[in-house]
């Protein structure tokens, strides 16, 4: 699952370079081993990813998520991100939705 998330990001950055009005919020879980699933938040903003409950690697050579993430929900927001007053565009979508330029409003 890793490598197909890893592709979707890397698609959902591409479309974001074109969008520097929004940022898209992804929502998720980090399977551990032995342990709970944690929870899992990743903001893309301008054509890159970072995640905001795990650190990100500096490597862009290297997959960005973790092995064992699982991307489940996605919120379109207004960009930039401003967390005192944040606007939400769109909410509870399946991120894959955004792959599709038009998905970004």
């Not at 969008?19 to 998720?28: F, I, K, Q, S």
């Not at 980090?30 to 938040?41: C, K, N, T, V």
């Amino acid at each position: 699952m890793t490598l197909a998330a890893n592709a979707l990001i890397a698609g959902l950055e591409a479309i974001s370079r074109e969008r520097p009005d929004r940022v898209l919020r992804l929502r998720g879980a980090l399977d551990s081993a032995g342990a709970l699933e944690e929870p899992y938040e990743l903001l893309i903003f301008r054509g890159f990813s970072s995640s905001t409950t795990h650190p990100t690697g500096f490597d862009p050579d290297q997959p960005l998520l973790p092995e064992g993430v699982r991307l489940l929900t996605a919120e379109l927001l207004a960009g930039p991100l401003d967390p005192a007053a944040e606007q939400v565009l769109a909410a509870g979508s399946n991120p894959q939705a955004y792959l599709q330029a038009p998905a970004w409003l």
